[in-house]
Structure formats: structure tokens, C-alpha cells
């Protein structure tokens, strides 16, 4: 199972990071995304919660917007997760930019627009990294096009 970190900040990153969490293990069922409006408990520590999941996943989505972009935490959650730079990956999904508009930290990382051709880019990434439980590219593409 890979464990994917989407992280958000503010009204559109947040909805952009829902349609994420609810769609890419439709693509790929051995994906497990993580996002915290959905998925930690009421009453939980949410700091807790968050620093568990940053230190298991192994993949991180950044939503970036053009109102999101100097957000301490979407920098924050980047650092945390590029923490084993060898094996973790991070991409800052961007929805209404362009790499040009990044600023910071999240330049050092290789962006998805929010474009079907790089979305289909980012979910071939995601099931590279998946390693054994991998889609072949003929049913990764099928599951693409269906979704």
C-alpha cells in the first residue's frame, strides 16, 4: 500500500485535496491517501494525527493555489515529507498556475498543473512508486480513462 499525504490550505486547496483523496484510489486501488479534514477523528490531537502520517508516507501531494502559495504549513508538510530525499516524492499539484508562480521550498520539486495530460503523469508516478502492487501501464491507462 502506498501511503500518499495530500496537503492543503485554504477553501479551493482544500476542495482540490478532497477531489484528489476520493479519486486516486479509484485509479489505483493499492493507493491510500491521507488528508487531514477527512481523516482525523473528532476529538483526535491533530498535530499527532498529522506528525504520524507525515513520518509514514512516503509520497506527498502539495494543492498549491495562487492564495495558498506562501501557507507556512503546505512548506512545512514539504520539508516533513521529503524527509529521506532517496525515497520520498513530493509534488506540488498546482491548480491555476504555473511552475513560474512557485515560490520557496516547493521550487526544488517537480510540479503536476492541473492539466489531464500531467494529472496522468502524477498518477503513472504514484504507481511507479507503488513497487510490487504496481498496475501494468495497459490497466493503469484503462482505470486512467475511466476515472
Known amino acids: 500500500m502506498l501511503r500518499v499525504f495530500i496537503s492543503w490550505s485554504g477553501e479551493v486547496s482544500r476542495k482540490v485535496a478532497e477531489a484528489l483523496e476520493s479519486w486516486l484510489p479509484s485509479v489505483i486501488q493499492s493507493v491510500e491517501p491521507y488528508m487531514s479534514e477527512e481523516d482525523i477523528e473528532k476529538g483526535a490531537r491533530w498535530s499527532q494525527d498529522i506528525t504520524k502520517e507525515l513520518e509514514l508516507s512516503n509520497y506527498g501531494i502539495i494543492c498549491v493555489t495562487r492564495t495558498n502559495i506562501e501557507a507556512p504549513w503546505l512548506n512545512f508538510e514539504a520539508g516533513a515529507l521529503s524527509k529521506t530525499v532517496e525515497f ?44 510490487e502492487e504496481r498496475l501494468e501501464t495497459a490497466r493503469l491507462d484503462r482505470s486512467l480513462a475511466m476515472w
Open 88 to 131: 520520498s516524492r513530493v509534488t506540488p499539484f498546482l491548480f491555476g498556475m504555473s511552475p513560474t508562480d512557485l515560490k520557496g521550498p516547493l521550487v526544488q520539486f517537480q510540479a503536476c498543473l492541473f492539466t489531464e495530460k500531467d494529472v496522468g503523469r502524477l498518477v503513472s508516478s504514484l504507481n511507479d512508486a507503488c513497487g
